[in-house]
């Protein structure tokens, strides 16, 4: 039947049409974000910047993060696994991306725990008690006090150390140069220099191994 | 074959089906949020592919009847759309107080063609297809 073959022909050739425009599209974002990684090494990688791992590591992840960010959560552990499979060979740095309303006031504290050497600990309770003080996508920073409480912390020097212009500064600091990175979610890795080609495991785990296999081949 | 209702429909079809995957394209693609307004003519546009489709096999004329409201609809919103984003309705009138607000405009091609001014198009498009379909068959 003529009018059925046309309206086949005409839906797969809208298919086609699509996948092909997504795979060029993606193609093209990949690139502009690698050109994009390249000229910005400062932006990506600060000295200061909070990390795990071997500081001399061939491999250098650098993750923006926000604490109350779920997928945050559920891939820390995976990364550190990853981490585990080849030791000192991977370096996670740590860069703040507070997206989330009120989330803010939690990197502060966060990144003040440093001052007292517990910012893993910190870091790791607060992705552990994520749903008691995150609700609905707002960071309740009120509700972190009795989740830090058990570190034994000080936890006056670590409110006086929260509200810091110093801090304040590295954060809008690493907002701002989330925005040079073009980084519009939470998280978004970027190994030895490169984005992720599309976000998920399985691609940061081949961009590891990638680098991994240029550093043995050098 | 030509200007017959079915291909009026058709052609009807294949504008919602662009529109349609053009819509899927610049929200999961290229990341782009859609405004409250925006899922208001998806819901009238989305449903289009379907309704018509089911109507062309076998060729049913009533298919008009059915698709015309939704094409209505979309238009009215899309029209709504264009009047807020040229300015002509302030935005506090508007159901968008969080999110992406609707009058920013997120994609302006060679100067003038936005994002609600192709949704306009295609409702326009696909009201004036049916409507001639259905004065072809009532004749």
């Given at each position: ?6 309206f086949?022909?005409?839906a797969?050739?809208l ?5 092909t425009?997504?795979y ?12 994009l ?8 990688v ?9 500081a001399d ?37 740590m ?9 803010e ?6 990144e003040?725990?440093?001052k007292?050497s ?5 870091l ?11 609700q609905?996508h707002v960071?309740?920073a ?18 006086s ?5 110093e801090?304040?500064?590295?954060i ?5 140069d989330a ?8 998280p ?8 992720l ?18 550093n043995?081949?050098? | ?5 079915w291909a009026?429909a ?5 504008l ?7 819509a899927?394209?610049m ?6 949020a859609?405004?409250?307004?925006c ?15 089911v ?49 920013t ?14 949704s306009?198009?295609s409702f ?16």
């Amino acid at each position: 039947m003529k009018q059925k073959n046309i309206f086949i022909v005409a839906a797969v050739l809208l298919v086609i049409a699509f996948i092909t425009g997504a795979y060029f599209y993606k193609k093209q974002q990949t690139e502009q974000a690698t050109q994009l990684a390249a000229q910005n090494q400062v932006a990506l990688v600060r000295p200061d910047a909070p990390s795990f791992g071997n500081a001399d590591a061939p491999v250098h992840i650098v993750e923006f993060f926000d604490p109350a960010c779920g997928t945050c959560r559920d891939f820390y552990p995976m990364v550190k696994a990853l981490m585990a499979e080849h030791p000192g060979k991977i370096r996670l740095s740590m860069r703040y991306a507070p997206f989330h309303p009120g989330s803010e006031a939690v990197v502060k504290a966060l990144e003040a725990s440093r001052k007292q050497s517990k910012f893993e600990p910190t870091l790791e309770a607060l992705f552990a008690s994520q749903n008691v003080w995150v609700q609905n996508h707002v960071a309740h920073a009120e509700l972190i006090g009795p989740v830090l409480e058990p570190l034994g912390m000080d936890m006056g020097r670590l409110q006086s150390d929260a509200n810091t212009p110093e801090v304040a500064t590295m954060i809008a600091r690493d907002l701002l140069d989330a925005k040079t990175m073009n980084v519009t979610m939470t998280p978004e890795y970027f190994v030895n220099g490169k984005p992720l080609p599309s976000f998920g495991f399985d691609q940061l785990r081949s961009l590891v191994g990638d680098a991994l296999l240029a550093n043995n081949a050098k | 074959m030509r200007f017959t209702p079915w291909a009026l429909a058709f052609s009807a079809w294949l504008l919602a089906a662009t529109a349609t995957l053009g819509a899927l394209f610049m929200s999961e693609i290229m990341g782009f949020a859609p405004c409250v307004l925006c899922w208001y003519q998806r819901v009238f546009m989305f449903p289009l592919v379907f309704v018509l489709a089911v109507g062309l096999f076998p060729f049913d004329p009533k298919v008009v009847r059915y698709a015309l409201p939704l094409a209505v609809g979309g238009l009215l919103v899309a029209g709504f759309h264009l009047l807020l984003v040229a300015g002509y309705i302030p935005e506090t009138l508007t159901p968008c107080r969080q999110g992406i607000p609707c009058s920013t405009v997120q994609v302006e091609w060679l100067g003038f063609v936005t994002i609600p001014l192709l949704s306009f198009i295609s409702f326009l498009v696909i009201n004036a297809l049916l409507i001639t379909a259905y004065l072809k068959t009532s004749k």
